[in-house]
């Protein structure tokens, strides 16, 4: 059971706005101001200070912060397991779009064929939000592609997937030999929070360009409506080989080879540093995604 003053000072931590956590755990503003004073006063710090009007975590309040969370989702996950002790096993993902819809699915299938009576949750989002469900206690761990602070949380790495260039099979792409030639077709490309997104955009910028560059720029949630609309010869996109595997099998796409052009980047799963549970949720990804 976690202590109320924490769960008070958790939820400040997420809103930054004492009114909204007292809104959020049916309490009075006071009894908020209450709670983190009690906080300040038991470890001799303290944890939020004002700066332009808006309130912000001290050092001590961040450095507390990180430990609590790991805390309070070590207990709801305990909570869980007690629930279930004599009742099945119970398992909380969260994936990234491209690895939870293109790489995910195979390996799930078998997961589940062998482990029949564990319950699966699998939450799919952009790696920010994630990695948020993750402090919060609402998934047991992540797999994403996303970039995230390594000296924040456990990681392992599951494998390293190649990105490709690609446009439709009839699209005119002979006058595309270097970076600078992709500039004038229209980019279709990932939403803002996109892990694929975020590292082709430092790509560009190691080459001190940007998708404002490109004659247009258009973004999708989707994948799949990506990958209709480069069949429909309507752009170019930078995407995952996993992602448009059976595309380029098909031969509906086709990759423009750009000299210099290798992006590989790092499918990982992620999980709360210094977890209890730290050593089962290694144990469960084995057992998901095996050894690639």
Same mark, same amino acid.
């Given at each position: 059971?976690?202590? $109320?003053?924490?769960?008070?000072?958790? #939820?400040?931590?997420?809103?930054?706005?004492?009114?909204?956590?007292?809104?959020?755990?049916?309490?009075?503003?006071?009894?908020? =101001?209450?709670?983190?004073?009690?906080?300040?006063?038991?470890?001799?710090?303290?944890?939020?200070?004002?700066?332009?009007?808006?309130?912000?975590?001290?050092?001590?309040?961040?450095?507390?912060?990180?430990?609590?969370?790991?805390?309070?989702? #070590? $207990?709801?996950?305990?909570?869980?397991?007690?629930?279930?002790?004599?009742?099945?096993?119970?398992?909380?993902?969260?994936?990234?779009?491209?690895?939870?819809?293109?790489?995910?699915?195979?390996?799930?299938?078998?997961?589940?064929?062998?482990?029949?009576?564990?319950?699966?949750?699998?939450?799919?989002?952009?790696?920010?939000?994630?990695?948020?469900?993750?402090?919060?206690?609402?998934?047991?761990?992540? *797999?994403?592609?996303?970039?995230?602070?390594?000296?924040?949380?456990?990681?392992?790495?599951?494998?390293?997937?190649?990105?490709?260039?690609?446009? =439709?099979?009839?699209?005119? =792409?002979?006058?595309?030999?270097?970076?600078?030639?992709?500039?004038?077709?229209?980019?279709?490309?990932?939403?803002?929070?996109?892990?694929?997104?975020?590292?082709?955009?430092?790509?560009?910028?190691?080459?001190?360009?940007?998708?404002?560059?490109?004659?247009?720029?258009?973004?999708?949630? =989707?994948?799949?409506?990506?990958?209709? *609309?480069?069949? #429909?010869?309507?752009?170019?996109?930078?995407?995952?080989?996993?992602?448009?595997?059976?595309?380029?099998?098909?031969?509906?796409?086709?990759?423009?080879?750009?000299?210099?052009?290798?992006?590989?980047?790092?499918?990982?799963? $992620?999980?709360?540093?210094?977890?209890?549970?730290?050593?089962?949720?290694? #144990?469960?990804?084995?057992?998901? $995604?095996?050894?690639?």
């Amino acid at each position: 059971m976690i202590d $109320v003053r924490v769960e008070t000072f958790l #939820d400040v931590c997420k809103t930054m706005n004492y009114t909204k956590t007292a809104g959020n755990l049916n309490m009075t503003q006071p009894a908020v =101001s209450q709670h983190i004073r009690g906080l300040e006063e038991f470890y001799g710090v303290k944890l939020f200070s004002y700066k332009n009007k808006r309130l912000e975590l001290t050092e001590q309040g961040r450095y507390l912060k990180k430990y609590l969370e790991t805390i309070s989702h #070590d $207990v709801k996950n305990l909570q869980g397991s007690v629930q279930n002790i004599k009742k099945r096993k119970r398992i909380r993902l969260g994936a990234t779009l491209s690895i939870g819809e293109f790489y995910l699915p195979e390996k799930l299938s078998s997961f589940m064929r062998k482990n029949p009576g564990t319950d699966v949750l699998v939450i799919i989002a952009d790696t920010r939000d994630l990695l948020l469900k993750l402090d919060y206690g609402e998934v047991d761990f992540i *797999l994403c592609e996303g970039y995230f602070d390594k000296n924040e949380y456990a990681h392992k790495l599951i494998k390293k997937e190649e990105m490709c260039i690609v446009c =439709s099979q009839g699209y005119d =792409s002979s006058k595309i030999k270097e970076l600078s030639d992709l500039f004038e077709y229209p980019m279709l490309c990932r939403e803002n929070g996109s892990g694929t997104r975020e590292i082709f955009e430092n790509y560009l910028h190691e080459y001190n360009y940007s998708f404002g560059n490109f004659i247009s720029v258009s973004e999708f949630t =989707s994948p799949h409506l990506i990958k209709k *609309l480069l069949i #429909d010869g309507l752009g170019i996109s930078v995407l995952y080989k996993t992602v448009v595997k059976e595309e380029l099998r098909k031969k509906n796409l086709k990759i423009i080879e750009i000299p210099g052009f290798q992006v590989s980047h790092e499918y990982n799963a $992620v999980w709360k540093k210094d977890s209890i549970f730290g050593t089962k949720y290694d #144990d469960w990804i084995d057992l998901l $995604v095996g050894k690639e």
